[in-house]
């Protein structure tokens, strides 16, 4: 049989069939009342985790699918389609930002307590690396943990962390020796109940449904195991996983992207001006192409960088070109539907209207476009080339 597409197969078909409809039937619908409520319910991870979607990735001795990555990048796309940049954002933090950590470097006993429960959406995972005074200049974090015994003592603050009002633990980025700059940073996991955190719920222009707290850490105690992997090597497990990071946000932001195109047609399609339906217009059907064709060369590369990445190759070039160029694309793209949307667009019952403010911080989140700059910059410009953290650390 002819295959239609390189790296999908029928069995990714259909799953891409069952996740839309779960999409469309259980989300779509929510979308005011969580947008407005500016929460997720804890009841909805806990409906994904029964149909398996939070565990796709992972090994099933931890109840996870053990599916190949080409399942993840579908259910990326289609989680994309809810036109809710918080939830997608809510979603894939936890599952491909947060607890990837633990997976991949994690103890058992910690993939027990915390992967095992998150895979199951019993409890809800945060990713704590940014902080009020540094976000794109990791080394620079203040958060510090020292030993006491067999506990870290926590102290410092993170912010414009997702899942942070209302998720259960954190896995954190703390400074374990912080004289040694990138080599003294350690990951940990931290429930987020825990006395000494307070967190304080940001408002934000969009990911209305995402929360979004700044946690302040007050001689937080935390048992030492539970450090993910070694100590010290948090700032390496963090360079490594940031290529998955920034391949997720790029394949969500080529999905947002299609989905802003597609309301923009039927709208084409149905409104007139001038007594001709306002697609008729050349102005607007050469705009389309455009677009359309701008969407559809960001979703090639992006499916070839994945492809390197399910080849094992250390892909930081390409992954940094994929955020940079799919983050700002989005942001062209929806600007651009939203103009033939004319006045409506500016109108909050318009979905259009809610992507223009969740497309704004794609370029930013996540490592902005001029981080991303930076190191397309070093690649290309100062021939630095980047080894796995498994095998080693940057050359
Ligand atoms: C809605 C939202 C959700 C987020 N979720 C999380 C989360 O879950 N967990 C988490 O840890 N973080 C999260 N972040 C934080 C995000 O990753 C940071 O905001 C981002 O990395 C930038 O850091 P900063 O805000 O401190 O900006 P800064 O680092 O202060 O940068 C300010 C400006 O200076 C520019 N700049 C900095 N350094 C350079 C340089 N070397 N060359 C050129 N320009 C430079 C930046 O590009 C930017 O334009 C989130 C942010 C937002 C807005």
């Given at each position: 049989m002819k295959r239609s597409s390189l790296y999908f197969t029928e069995d990714h078909a259909l799953f891409r069939q069952s996740v839309r409809q779960f999409i469309d039937q259980e989300i779509v619908p929510q979308t005011e009342e969580w947008e407005t409520k500016r929460r997720i319910p804890h009841s909805i991870f806990r409906r994904m985790g029964d149909l398996g979607y939070l565990g796709l990735p992972f090994s099933e001795e931890y109840g996870?699918?053990?599916?190949?990555f080409w399942f993840s990048v579908v259910f990326l796309e289609e989680l994309a389609r809810c036109g809710m940049g918080g939830f997608a954002t809510a979603v894939s933090v936890h599952e491909y930002m947060a607890i990837n950590h633990i997976a991949k470097a994690g103890s058992t006993d910690l993939k027990q307590r915390y992967l095992v429960p998150a895979i199951k959406g019993e409890k809800i995972a945060a990713l704590g690396i940014t902080e009020p005074d540094t976000?794109?200049?990791?080394?620079?974090?203040?958060?510090s943990a020292r030993l006491d015994g067999d506990e870290y003592v926590i102290s410092g603050a993170k912010t414009f962390i997702s899942n942070g009002t209302y998720g259960d633990f954190i896995t954190l980025a703390v400074k374990t020796k912080p004289e040694a700059g990138t080599n003294g940073i350690s990951l940990m996991v931290v429930d987020l109940e825990s006395a000494g955190i307070s967190r304080t719920k940001l408002n934000k222009m969009g990911w209305h449904s995402s929360d979004t707290a700044e946690i302040r850490f007050d001689e937080v105690r935390v048992p030492a195991t539970n450090l993910i992997g070694m100590q010290h090597m948090g700032f390496y497990y963090l360079m490594e996983s940031l290529q998955l990071e920034r391949l997720v946000a790029a394949v969500m932001a080529v999905s947002g992207a299609e989905l802003a195109l597609e309301w923009t047609l039927n709208y084409l399609h149905e409104r007139e001006a001038f007594g001709r339906k306002i697609g008729m217009f050349q102005a607007i059907r050469h705009k389309i192409a455009d677009v359309a064709t701008e969407i559809e060369v960001a979703r090639q590369f992006v499916y070839h960088t994945c492809w390197l990445f399910t080849q094992g190759e250390v892909v930081v070039k390409e992954c940094s070109m994929a955020k940079l160029h799919t983050s700002e694309m989005q942001k062209r793209v929806v600007d651009t539907c939203l103009q033939f949307f004319g006045g409506y667009g500016y109108i909050e019952d318009y979905p259009i209207c809610r992507a223009y403010r969740d497309a704004r911080v794609g370029t930013i989140a996540g490592g902005t476009s001029e981080i991303m700059r930076e190191i397309i910059a070093k690649v290309v410009m100062d021939a630095v080339t980047y080894k796995g953290v498994y095998e080693g650390r940057k050359e």
């Amino acid at each position: 049989m002819k295959r239609s597409s390189l790296y999908f197969t029928e069995d990714h078909a259909l799953f891409r069939q069952s996740v839309r409809q779960f999409i469309d039937q259980e989300i779509v619908p929510q979308t005011e009342e969580w947008e407005t409520k500016r929460r997720i319910p804890h009841s909805i991870f806990r409906r994904m985790g029964d149909l398996g979607y939070l565990g796709l990735p992972f090994s099933e001795e931890y109840g996870g699918a053990g599916a190949d990555f080409w399942f993840s990048v579908v259910f990326l796309e289609e989680l994309a389609r809810c036109g809710m940049g918080g939830f997608a954002t809510a979603v894939s933090v936890h599952e491909y930002m947060a607890i990837n950590h633990i997976a991949k470097a994690g103890s058992t006993d910690l993939k027990q307590r915390y992967l095992v429960p998150a895979i199951k959406g019993e409890k809800i995972a945060a990713l704590g690396i940014t902080e009020p005074d540094t976000g794109s200049d990791v080394s620079a974090i203040r958060t510090s943990a020292r030993l006491d015994g067999d506990e870290y003592v926590i102290s410092g603050a993170k912010t414009f962390i997702s899942n942070g009002t209302y998720g259960d633990f954190i896995t954190l980025a703390v400074k374990t020796k912080p004289e040694a700059g990138t080599n003294g940073i350690s990951l940990m996991v931290v429930d987020l109940e825990s006395a000494g955190i307070s967190r304080t719920k940001l408002n934000k222009m969009g990911w209305h449904s995402s929360d979004t707290a700044e946690i302040r850490f007050d001689e937080v105690r935390v048992p030492a195991t539970n450090l993910i992997g070694m100590q010290h090597m948090g700032f390496y497990y963090l360079m490594e996983s940031l290529q998955l990071e920034r391949l997720v946000a790029a394949v969500m932001a080529v999905s947002g992207a299609e989905l802003a195109l597609e309301w923009t047609l039927n709208y084409l399609h149905e409104r007139e001006a001038f007594g001709r339906k306002i697609g008729m217009f050349q102005a607007i059907r050469h705009k389309i192409a455009d677009v359309a064709t701008e969407i559809e060369v960001a979703r090639q590369f992006v499916y070839h960088t994945c492809w390197l990445f399910t080849q094992g190759e250390v892909v930081v070039k390409e992954c940094s070109m994929a955020k940079l160029h799919t983050s700002e694309m989005q942001k062209r793209v929806v600007d651009t539907c939203l103009q033939f949307f004319g006045g409506y667009g500016y109108i909050e019952d318009y979905p259009i209207c809610r992507a223009y403010r969740d497309a704004r911080v794609g370029t930013i989140a996540g490592g902005t476009s001029e981080i991303m700059r930076e190191i397309i910059a070093k690649v290309v410009m100062d021939a630095v080339t980047y080894k796995g953290v498994y095998e080693g650390r940057k050359e």
